[in-house]
């Protein structure tokens, strides 16, 4: 909704009015070269809440914003791309079997304690993850669970030998890091921010790994909730609940080139148009996730509208536990049938927006052309539930509120059109609609409370496992999927480590999971934008949204 302003039928006299629109224009156009706070502060618009502060125990990009501030991994990515580039390492070798990798730790860089970071630091976290006491605990570790395949006691019940064996720190540039197999997803996946590097000291003072269970929530340590402790270019000041904002200062003993900026606020506004509302008043710099509608009027009204490459996915997630008639192929086929995923493509997403054919955005090395298609056709979807028994079906379908994600860019209005393509096939529609971070996702992805379920991923790094070996994993319970073939077709494609075996494998793996298993219904990938003021400069897109502040400055406008 755009601001009010009065007409010129009221004004008292056609000079007067004249007079009062220069300045109003000359008044918009300042709040746009200043934007909030003044040239050392730089705030911005955030989506969502975080979880809170701990890598390890993040698993959502409103959580991954601030953290990446603060914190820094062996290895990171280039900006604007998923191109690997030295981190906290400044180089990296494995063996020939796949089995040891072996990290040259910079030199002369301190966590924001004062305290080293060395190759007993760096082996230090890897212990701690893999020794994580506490099935609460262990549940939360999305990412490391997910990479390296289970823990010392398994008392999250991971199953299975873990992937983790030992690490050596032999000097203080030195790291040694030892499993128990090959892993395809490495090197690429030790730059996940979940594996960021933490001060072993903080960790023990603020009782990081104090994890524990209420119910369907969580509670975590000091460490994780007011003393973060990275070695990144801010430093954790506050987290004002109260006021939705994180405030990070400039680490000015950081190794690197020093933060732009002394403070970054990153200010919580959930709903969209209020985001979009601040920033055309004045009090935010710039913000995440413009309405599609919103991009053409933001350009031309002199803001800088930023484009990240398309990397993600969003998918109609299915839960075949719960519901015995999920269990039925024919069922599945019925819903990737019953959704014109077309039209949803073309009303409800910007512009480069397109339909997803499988569990991947093409521009990742895996995705293949020859894939099972499943165009709309409703008669088809009703001839599969009625074959199936199924043509009365009931199903619970869980949607996030309170968030904008890359994948999805308006929850709500994505779950109407699919619901109604569903009622439309006969499918009787029970809606549960829950806030992203205080619900939702423990209900869908820990808990498994739902029969079907809007979700998505954007890529972590560039590997087919992070899309695919993520998503459809053993003891899963958004998909509660029990499988044994398809579980060993991912685990095959992600411990070949020949790049091209490594392609191929996932190719094949994309052609079986849409025709054999279809466990899920891609829908869409997309790409995600960001807006910031015209004096706001050195903001660099990342398809993986793994945008960084430290170079971003606030000056005259250009």
């Not at 979700?455 to 590997?463: A, F, K, R």
């Amino acid at each position: 909704m755009r601001p009010f302003l009065p007409s010129r039928a009221k004004m008292l006299a056609a000079l007067s009015a004249g007079l009062l629109l220069a300045s109003l224009t000359a008044c918009a156009t300042s709040q746009r070269g200043q934007g909030g706070g003044n040239g050392d502060t730089l705030v911005f618009g955030a989506a969502g809440a975080p979880k809170m502060f701990d890598p390890v125990f993040t698993d959502e990009g409103e959580s991954f914003r601030p953290i990446r501030q603060m914190y820094e991994t062996l290895i990171t990515y280039k900006p604007g791309t998923a191109e690997l580039t030295p981190g906290l390492a400044t180089a990296w070798q494995n063996s020939a079997d796949g089995k040891t990798w072996t990290f040259t730790i910079r030199d002369g860089v301190k966590f924001h304690d004062g305290t080293p970071v060395d190759g007993a630091a760096v082996c230090a976290n890897f212990d701690r993850w893999y020794n994580m006491p506490g099935a609460a605990a262990q549940s939360q570790m999305i990412y490391y669970g997910d990479i390296f395949e289970g823990f010392a006691h398994n008392q999250g019940d991971a199953g299975g030998q873990p992937l983790y064996q030992s690490c050596e720190a032999p000097d203080a540039h030195t790291a040694v890091l030892k499993l128990n197999r090959p892993k395809g997803a490495l090197p690429a996946a030790f730059g996940l921010t979940s594996l960021s590097i933490s001060s072993p000291t903080a960790l023990k003072k603020y009782n990081a790994d104090a994890v524990t269970q209420s119910g369907d929530s969580f509670s975590y340590g000091e460490y994780a909730t007011a003393h973060p402790t990275g070695t990144g270019p801010f430093k954790f000041e506050a987290y004002d609940k109260a006021n939705n904002t994180i405030t990070m200062v400039r680490n000015d003993d950081y190794w690197g080139e020093k933060a732009k900026v002394a403070r970054l606020i990153f200010k919580i506004i959930p709903d969209e148009n209020a985001r979009k509302q601040e920033l055309r008043a004045g009090t935010i710099d710039g913000y995440d996730y413009p309405s599609p509608a919103d991009l053409a009027s933001l350009r031309k009204d002199g803001f800088q509208v930023l484009a990240r490459k398309p990397f993600n996915l969003l998918y109609l997630g299915i839960n075949q536990k719960n519901n015995p008639a999920l269990r039925d192929i024919r069922v599945r086929q019925a819903l990737a049938y019953g959704v014109n995923r077309e039209a949803l493509v073309r009303n409800k997403f910007p512009e480069g927006g397109v339909v997803a054919s499988q569990f991947m955005p093409e521009a990742m090395a895996g995705w293949t052309k020859d894939v099972q298609q499943y165009p709309y056709d409703p008669a088809k979807a009703k001839a599969l539930l009625a074959e199936a028994g199924a043509s009365n079906l009931t199903l619970t379908f869980y949607y996030p509120t309170e968030v904008t994600r890359p994948y999805m860019p308006n929850p709500t209005d994505i779950f109407a059109v699919i619901a109604e393509d569903l009622r439309q096939i006969g499918v009787t529609v029970n809606p549960v609609p829950k806030p992203w971070n205080s619900g939702y996702k423990d209900d869908v992805q820990k808990l498994g409370k739902h029969d079907i379920h809007l979700l998505g991923w954007t890529g972590d790094y560039n590997d087919a496992g992070n899309f695919v070996g993520t998503f459809f994993g053993r003891q899963k319970p958004e998909f509660g999927v029990n499988d044994p073939a398809m579980f060993d077709e991912l685990t095959k494609a992600d411990g070949t480590l020949d790049p091209a075996g490594h392609t191929a494998a996932y190719q094949q793996a994309n052609r079986d999971l849409m025709a054999k298993f279809l466990p899920s219904v891609p829908l869409a990938s997309a790409p995600a934008f960001i807006v910031v003021r015209d004096n706001v400069h050195g903001l660099i897109p990342s398809p993986l949204t793994y945008e960084v502040f430290g170079p971003v400055s606030k000056g005259a406008a250009e």
